[in-house]
C-alpha cells in the first residue's frame, strides 16, 4: 500500500497513477476485510461494537487526512510531501503491527511473559 501511495512522487504520469490506484486498492480491500474478521474474533460477542468502533476510527481518518495534506500544501509544501508523509505512516503503522504481540480470544486477558512468546503468539494467529 505504501508503495501505491509514493509511486506518483517518483514517477509522475497516467501510469503510475493507475498503477498507484491497483495497489492501493486491491490492497485496502484486503486489509479491510482481514482488519474485520480479526476485529470480530477478539471481541467475540462484542463483535459489533468492536466492527462498529473500527469503522469509526477509519472514518475519523478519513476526515483528518485530508485536512492535514491541505495544511501542507497550502503552507508551501507540494502534494508529493502529503503522499511522502502517507508514505512514513504507513510504513511505521506496518512495524508496529507486525512487531507487536497479536491478541486472540485465547491470549487476550493474559499478560506477555516474554518475546519468543509474543512472537509464537504472532504466527499462530496469522496462521
Known amino acids: 500500500m505504501a508503495l501505491g501511495v509514493v509511486l506518483p512522487v517518483f514517477w509522475p504520469g497516467i501510469v503510475a497513477i493507475m498503477l498507484s490506484a491497483l495497489l492501493v486498492g486491491r490492497t485496502f480491500t484486503v486489509i479491510t476485510m482481514a482488519g474485520f474478521q480479526a476485529g470480530q ?27 492535514g495534506v491541505s495544511y501542507l500544501v ?33 491470549n487476550m486477558h493474559e499478560p506477555a511473559s516474554s518475546h519468543a512468546r509474543q512472537r509464537t503468539s504472532l504466527r499462530t494467529y496469522r496462521s
Do not use: N
Open 74 to 106: 497550502r503552507g508551501g509544501r507540494g502534494f508529493s510531501e502529503a503522499l511522502l508523509v502517507a508514505c512514513l505512516l504507513l510504513t511505521a503503522s506496518a512495524w508496529v503491527l507486525t512487531s507487536r504481540r497479536a491478541y486472540t480470544p485465547d
Open 41 to 67: 474474533q477478539v471481541a467475540g460477542v462484542h463483535a459489533r461494537k468492536m466492527i462498529a468502533a473500527m469503522a469509526s476510527a477509519f472514518a475519523i481518518g478519513q476526515i483528518v487526512g485530508p485536512v
